[in-house]
């Protein structure tokens, strides 16, 4: 098929046809969109051509076929968007610049690809124009007509092909446009991953294209920049600004033809400098050659360069400070690298005195000397130091952290760092820079000031410690100069290598004889080879020192003792040997060993008691000391450590019993007697006692002694040395012939005042020996009188009016005997009986007996309420309690008043307290209240009355017993005692007893019944010879044989005669030689079934009680009534044993 045209055209087709023309490339100048421009162009020329669809069909990606992608359309019976042609129906026409189609007309071999659209489409003929290379056409332009045929003529085919020259041309461009729009778009996230600032320079005119990023990277928009080349050169450092410009001379002259390339600052909006690399190259010259066009990248170099600074300055100040050995120069040296740092401008550096924490300038520059005179010296507690001690970094304003000082202020500085300088995590100077210029320490400054910071504390730890060792070193120099002990360094091999002066001076060698000598040499012969195998026992662990003695030059001996370890001299293996002098300690060794042995022989030798007591600790004891606090340490801390013989017999203890006892052990006094004691021994520094102490059986003894403190060398008491005798013995035969003396002045007339005195019960002891002796002599005139009253009233030879009377001297010489019997309750010859006691009756007697010791102007008077009254009691502890309270109410009535006793049953409900133990009284008891009119007992003395000793009476006039024993023997008898008392008003006692829980039981009576005897011997033994006569007649009287005996050796005498024949010994238990017990110890070892009764004036006691056990058959108390005599003695023959008097 060859294109057909119509070559007719009017004007008005050509006028229409010339304005599609410039309307095609109004829009293709205008268009910046491929598919938009086709689009537009179609829908422009379809209606001017006339046909009824214009399709624009590109080659698929294959070439195999074309794709209808725009299309204008006057009918919906065109070609559909999107539809495949087969692109072989064009291939025909490749090369030619249109070809104009009639589908009625096609070839034979056209129709079959034109079938596939006649049944859809039938179409009707087609001008198809192809766009881009002719000979490899991009696509086409089809002008369609499916209702007709059209041929077109060769200005409208004209017009076709125009257009798709614009659409190919325009779209090209496009095309290109967008290409390099998107590598624009690749360029610039290259360069913004690259942190490049891009310019464009036209060489010719100035004007230079900057970047955003170039403009940032120097704290500006793009916008704040003047696109011109002197916005690049006014910000260039002077410094770096001929080189830059000689390098870009050189580029744009052809010198360096590659590119140009420079490394200089730029000021930023902040006034800082950036270091960049500048890069660039002429891209464009004009006809002769000259450049034209420049473009080029900065890259922001500015952390590169410090950081190479940086490492230049730390190497830099490494090779300074490695050869400085001196602080303060070190110091310089890190000021002068810290103002090569852009704005740091003065400084100082501050050691810490480790000492005491206080702060010492050391090195400065750039400040004035005003402001150094107040800044040399910070204490540790000023804020200054803290701020510096507290390890961290501070970068402020000095205005901020400063102090007020007028003079600080005058010093003009801003912006301030403060630098601790650490070492092993310990603050050890500081490093303080400061900039007259700056208000900000920059980040990276801040780094690079740490990093100098972290160098100095490095050098500061080296240069102190090889101070620290060359003192030690000059130390141990002087050390060993001046030592006076031997030493010596040997090599391996035991030669002397070195020496210290003491060896030359004392050994009288020179430096020359001793070097390379063998260290054995200086040894007695003798001896070496002993000394060799002692220092190997040394070297191997097994010995501590080797004892061979030195010798001098002129061969006398220095006895020495001497180590020897191993070591490193000069770089070689060697020995250290050091030998003491050891003349002196051996010397004071004897001399203290002589001291010893005489301490010894001292100890063990003296008849008085040697000891030593020390404290675990010294202490002091001066107006420094809370000395109350030092008494309780001594008091518990100060342990006998050494004592002697004869102190152990004293108390009667063994060595261990001894050692370790603190002073509590000895203490039979109060505790705070004892402190004062100690208190006046710590005070003078020695004392003279005379005190009661505690054997360690519990037994009392008196000791007298001498106390020495003994000091170390700072004046500390360590302990006492004592020296102490037992006077025990002289302390009784004080007391004894304090006694016989009283004892003298005591007539046995004076009854009624021996009386009061029994009953005072702090004389109570002496009394009692008088009252003993008194009551002994009365009974055996008491027995002289009621024996031979009975044997004249049992003699038929009396005359009956003799026997009333007889009766009457009876009956007196019984109440006497009763008389005596309370004299010896008092002396306390008995032991505690507990009995049925009727306290009522008690009482009345007991009252009867107060009456003739209390002083008539205190009236007694006694009440006894109704009531059973009988109690479990011992008489004569009952007798003490009344007694002592009395005499305590008649002590408080100097003046006279009223002594009441009163008697009652009382059930308590608790409502009344012990006044000693403080515990609720409950129950049933017999209640004994003891009334004076007194002055009464002051409230604060009121709780201590019952405490053994205490008392407020003068010296010579009580020791506080007796309120103490009445406490005693009430509590005994389970009982309690309260007491009430007001001042001027008087005291009452209240005894609370427990009533007997038994029956009454019948009084005892004598016998009535005379038994006689039958004809037994009797040895009777009696020193008294009245008491032997009337006892004699007695027993013969009772129809008994009597041999007599005055005493106790005179006794045994009889027996040893008569023992066959005496069925019976009946002695008197007081007699001097020999008294009653010894007898009857000494018949019963010679005959064990011996009867034997004793006879005494004193009441059973301990001692006849224990006889009992050992077998005395019965225990008569004088005066002994006829018919006891009588009962007891055939009782005894009968073979019974037992008290039956």
């Known amino acids: ?231 690049w050169q006014n910000r260039i450092h002077p410094d770096d600004a001929p080189t830059v410009q000689a390098m870009l001379a050189n580029h744009l002259q052809g010198r360096t033809p590659t590119t140009y390339q420079t490394e200089h600052r730029l000021r930023s909006k902040c006034g800082q400098w950036k ?152 603050v050890i100077a500081a490093l303080n820079l400061s900039s007259h210029t700056q208000d900000v320490i920059a980040p990276n400054t801040r780094y690079a000031l740490e990093v100098i910071g972290a160098q100095i504390g490095v050098v500061i730890a080296r240069i102190k410690a090889e101070a620290a060792r060359q003192e030690s070193l000059q130390n141990l120099q002087t050390l060993f100069d001046t030592v006076s002990d031997f030493l010596f360094i040997l090599d391996a091999g035991g030669d002397i290598v070195n020496i210290n002066p003491a060896v030359q001076q004392r050994l009288g060698y020179s430096a020359e004889e001793l070097l390379g000598m063998n260290v054995l040499a200086v040894h007695p012969p003798e001896r070496r080879e002993e000394a060799g195998n002692i220092v190997a026992a040394m070297l191997a662990g097994e010995r501590s020192f080797c004892p061979v003695p030195l010798v001098t030059k002129t061969g006398q001996f220095i006895p020495v003792e001497t180590k020897v370890v191993k070591g490193q001299w000069s770089g070689q293996p060697g020995l250290f040997g050091l030998s003491r002098d050891i003349t002196e300690r051996l010397q004071s060794e004897a001399v203290l060993l002589e001291r010893e042995q005489l301490l010894h022989a001292l100890f063990s030798q003296a008849l008085d008691g040697f000891f030593f007591m020390m404290l675990d600790e010294p202490v002091r004891w001066d107006a420094t000391v809370d000395k109350d606090a030092v008494l309780d340490y001594a008091l518990k801390c100060q342990r006998i450590t050494r004592i002697n013989a004869a102190m152990l017999e004293q108390y009667g203890a063994t060595e261990e019993q001894f050692i370790g006892k603190t002073p509590d052990a000895f203490f039979a006094h109060d505790r705070a007697q004892g402190r004062a004691t100690w208190r006046q021994l710590f005070d003078d520094g020695r004392l003279h006692i005379e005190t009661d102490e505690r054997k360690f059986d519990g037994t009392r003894m008196w000791v007298e002694g001498d106390y020495v403190c003994l000091y170390d060398s700072e004046g500390r008491i360590t302990g006492h040395f004592g020296i102490q005798r037992d006077v025990t013995q002289r302390k009784q035969a004080a007391v004894a ?59 038929p030879e009396t005359p009956e009016a003799l026997q009333a009377d007889l009766e009457t001297i009876k009956a007196s010489s019984q109440r006497a005997a009763h008389l005596v019997r309370q004299l010896l309750d008092f002396s306390r010859k008995t032991i505690r009986h507990l009995q049925q006691l009727k306290l009522d009756t008690f009482a009345r007697e007991t009252v009867s007996f107060l009456a003739r010791v209390i002083p008539e102007h205190i009236q007694i008077t006694l009440t006894i309420a109704p009531g059973d009254y009988l109690i479990e009691a011992d008489p004569t502890q009952m007798q003490q309690i009344i007694t002592n309270l009395a005499v305590n109410a008649r002590d408080a009535m100097p003046n006279g008043g009223e002594l009441r006793i009163r008697l009652a049953r009382i059930v308590c409900k608790g409502d009344i307290y012990c006044a000693v133990c403080h515990q609720p009284i409950t129950g049933e008891w017999v209640q004994l209240h003891i009334t004076d009119t007194g002055s009464g007992i002051p409230t604060d003395i009121l709780p201590r009355i ?106 045994v005498a009889q027996f040893d005669v008569y023992q066959d024949e005496v069925a019976l010994v009946l002695s008197d238990m007081m007699m001097p030689d020999m008294d009653g017990a010894a007898l009857f110890h000494h018949l019963k070892a010679k005959t064990p079934q011996i009867k034997m009764i004793i006879m005494s004036g004193y009441p059973l006691g301990e001692t006849g009680a224990a006889l009992l056990q050992q077998g005395v058959v019965a225990w008569f108390e004088k005066p002994i009534p006829f018919g006891q005599l009588s009962d007891t003695v055939s009782k005894a023959l009968s073979g019974r044993k037992g008290r039956w008097g």
């Open 1 to 231: 098929m060859e294109p057909h045209c119509n070559r007719k055209v009017d004007e008005s087709r050509l006028v229409a046809l010339e304005k599609l023309r410039a309307d095609a490339w109004k829009l293709a100048l205008l268009a910046e969109d491929e598919a938009e421009l086709v689009q537009q162009l179609l829908d422009t020329a379809g209606p001017v051509l006339g046909c009824e669809s214009i399709a624009y069909m590109p080659y698929g990606q294959r070439r195999d076929s074309v794709v209808v992608q725009q299309q204008w359309r006057a009918d919906r019976q065109s070609i559909g968007l999107g539809e495949i042609v087969p692109g072989w129906i064009f291939t025909r026409y490749l090369g030619k610049p249109y070809a104009q189609l009639s589908f009625d007309q096609a070839p034979s071999w056209l129709k079959p690809a034109l079938k596939l659209f006649e049944n859809k489409y039938s179409p009707r003929s087609s001008l198809v124009i192809p766009y881009g290379d002719p000979h490899h056409p991009e696509g086409y332009i089809a002008l369609n007509h499916n209702t007709s045929s059209k041929t077109y003529t060769i200005e409208e085919i004209g017009v076709c092909i125009e257009l798709a020259d614009i659409i190919r041309l325009r779209s090209s461009q496009l095309r290109k446009q967008a290409a390099l729009r998107e590598q624009q778009e690749r360029l610039d996230l290259a360069l913004l991953g690259t942190d490049l600032g891009v310019w464009d320079w036209d060489v010719q005119t100035g004007k230079m294209l900057f970047n955003q990023h170039w403009a940032g990277m120097l704290g500006y928009t793009p916008a704040e920049i003047e696109p011109h080349v002197r916005s």
């Open 946 to 1051: 019952f405490e053994p000793f205490f008392t407020t009476k003068d010296v010579g006039k009580g020791v506080g017993l007796g309120l103490s024993q009445v406490y005693g023997i009430v509590k005994q008898q389970r009982g309690h005692t309260a007491v009430e008392s007001r001042a001027g008003k008087g005291t009452t006692f209240t005894i609370y007893l427990p009533p007997s829980a038994a029956k009454e039981m019948p009084a005892a009576t004598e016998p009535t019944h005379i038994t006689k005897g039958q004809g037994e011997t009797i040895l009777l033994v009696e020193d008294e010879p009245s008491v032997l006569a009337v006892t004699t007649a007695m027993l013969k009287q009772l129809g008994y044989q009597v041999r007599v005996a005055s005493n106790g050796l005179e006794a």
């Open 275 to 426: 270091w960049v690399l500048d890069t660039g190259k002429v891209v464009a010259c004009d006809t002769q050659g000259n450049p034209v066009r420049m473009t080029g990248t900065h890259q922001d170099i500015t952390n590169r360069k410090e950081a190479e600074g940086l490492l230049q300055l730390q190497r830099d100040l490494i090779l300074a400070l490695g050869a400085t050995s001196d602080s303060s120069e070190a110091f310089r040296q890190v000021l002068a690298a810290a103002f090569q740092i852009e704005g740091i401008d003065c400084g100082g550096g501050y050691l810490v005195d480790m000492r005491t924490g206080a702060l010492n300038l050391i090195a400065h520059e750039g400040l004035s000397p005003q402001f150094i005179a107040n800044a040399t010296h910070y204490p540790a507690d000023a804020p200054e130091t803290k701020l510096i001690m507290a390890g961290q970094p501070v970068y402020k304003s000095y205005h901020a952290i400063a102090q007020p000082d007028k003079e600080k202020n005058r010093e003009g500085l801003r912006a301030l760092a403060v630098i601790p300088v650490l070492h092993n995590g310990q």
């Open 737 to 795: 012939l304090q006694e016989s003396y009283r004892q003298l002045e005591t007539t046995l007339a004076e009854l009624r005042t021996t009386q009061q005195q029994l009953l005072q019960q702090e004389r109570l002891a002496a009394v009692g020996q008088i009252a003993a002796g008194i009551a002994h002599d009365f009974n055996n005139i008491l027995t002289c009188i009621l024996s031979y009253t009975e044997l004249l009233q049992l003699s």
